[in-house]
């Protein structure tokens, strides 16, 4: 076998590796932690104003995993005042076990099941509102 053969044949050969390496990346699964991503981004400093609130409080929002369920208590300055809530659950690896959850209470403490997810870390972000003032904190929970 002639040299220009054997240029040839490692030629083949390269263009299949390339070729074989993009299908098997096209295929791979990418999940995003939210499909309007960059809307978000546009806003991250109404973000960073409601993180910098929670640092300023004097008791941070507490979030323990009991059992089979996760426990938020609120700091000691929103008690027995009205807390408007959205709890963000995602999971980095899997969005379709994302969930999000929203409650208005006055006991300053809530508690939600993990019996229907799937085991995993999980990102807790939680965005509340106590007299027009917004906070913020984000957790990492393992079931």
């Known amino acids: 076998m002639g040299w220009g053969k054997k240029i040839t044949l490692v030629y083949i050969g390269f263009v299949t590796l390339i070729v074989t390496m993009v299908v098997i990346s096209m295929r791979q699964k990418v999940d995003l932690v939210s499909p309007d991503y ?3 981004e546009l806003n ?6 409601k993180m910098a609130n ?3 409080l004097k008791t941070p929002l507490k979030c323990s995993l009991v059992n089979n369920t996760v426990e938020l208590i ?3 300055e ?7 809530a959205n709890i963000f659950v995602y999971k980095p690896s899997d969005n ?4 999000t959850i929203k409650f208005t ?3 300053g403490r809530y508690v939600f099941s993990t019996e229907d997810f799937a085991k995993g870390m999980y ?12 906070y913020q904190t984000e957790t990492v929970v393992v079931l």
């Open 38 to 40: 960059y809307a978000k």
């Open 78 to 84: 929103h008690s027995a005042k009205t807390i408007e």
């Open 105 to 107: 209470n006055t006991e």
């Open 96 to 99: 379709k076990s994302d969930k």
């Open 54 to 56: 929670a640092k300023a």
């Open 123 to 134: 990102k807790i972000k939680v965005d509340w509102k106590v007299e027009n003032i917004e």
């Open 44 to 49: 991250y400093q109404s973000d960073i104003n």
């Open 74 to 76: 609120f700091p000691e």
